[in-house]
T-cell receptor, first 117, second 110 residues
Framework: GAVVSQHPSRVICKSGTSVKIECRSL??????MFWYRQFPKQSLMLMATSNEGSKATYEQGVEKDKFLINHASLTLSTLTVTSAHPEDSSFYICSAGGLAGSTDTQYFGPGTRLTVL | QKEVEQNSGPLSVPEGAIASLNCTYSDRVSQSFFWYRQYSGKSPELIMS??SNGDKEDGRFTAQLNKASQYVSLLIRDSQPSDSATYLCAVRGSNYQLIWGAGTKLIIKP
């Protein structure tokens, strides 16, 4: 099956610092990666869609200068939360799609739980 | 606005019974449909995808699609306590994006 990893799985940081989260597709090349955020007891919220080699497309209300996304290769995308604040504390999940032969299925990473103190 | 609707539940089902989860969608031209399972504190896990009208079976799971009624469902036979989770219905939009339902919380009672 398609495996997606995320690192770190959990991070605690001080307010004002930046945090980088990595998302890797381990056994396939993902043309498209997605970043989601999920607050407790709420549904998934799509933050942005990124295609390899091009700028990410952000959803309405998501600040692109605060949530920096880089999709430098077909197997790696990163999300950097800049100048994190307590309200950014959430569960961040990436997914990878565009797998050859299964063009529209998304496979999720295990998620990163961010706590900003 | 394209929408995917699910009953939030919780849906309580006795162990061994059939759990039936339902989802409706608004975009009549949608072609790809997915069911994901999410355990508390974990990321979603793909259970099944379905693209054609009718039933698709995989083990204890059966997905049913009716494009005319814009309705997709998931049946879980012989429900187990380990099936207790939130089940998310998703419909493909543009650029591989998925339009998500809010999820149905399923509780299987031993």
């Amino acid at each position: 099956g398609a495996v997606v990893s995320q690192h770190p799985s959990r991070v605690i940081c001080k307010s004002g610092t930046s945090v980088k989260i990595e998302c890797r597709s381990l056994d396939f090349q993902a043309t498209t990666m997605f970043w989601y955020r999920q607050f407790p007891k709420q549904s998934l919220m799509l933050m942005a869609t990124s295609n390899e080699g091009s700028k990410a497309t952000y959803e309405q209300g998501v600040e692109k200068d605060k949530f920096l996304i880089n999709h430098a290769s077909l197997t790696l995308s990163t999300l950097t939360v800049t100048s994190a604040h307590p309200e950014d504390s959430s569960f961040y999940i990436c997914s990878a799609g565009g797998l050859a032969g299964s063009t529209d299925t998304q496979y999720f990473g295990p998620g990163t739980r961010l706590t900003v103190l | 606005q394209k929408e995917v609707e699910q009953n939030s539940g919780p849906l309580s089902v006795p162990e061994g019974a059939i759990a039936s989860l339902n989802c409706t969608y608004s975009d009549r031209v949608s072609q790809s449909f997915f069911w994901y399972r999410q355990y508390s504190g974990k990321s979603p896990e793909l259970i099944m995808s379905i693209y054609s009208n009718g039933d698709k079976e995989d083990g204890r799971f059966t997905a049913q699609l009716n494009k005319a009624s814009q309705y997709v469902s998931l049946l879980i036979r012989d429900s187990q306590p380990s099936d207790s989770a939130t089940y998310l219905c998703a419909v493909r939009g543009s650029n591989y994006q998925l339009i998500w339902g809010a999820g149905t919380k399923l509780i299987i009672k031993p």
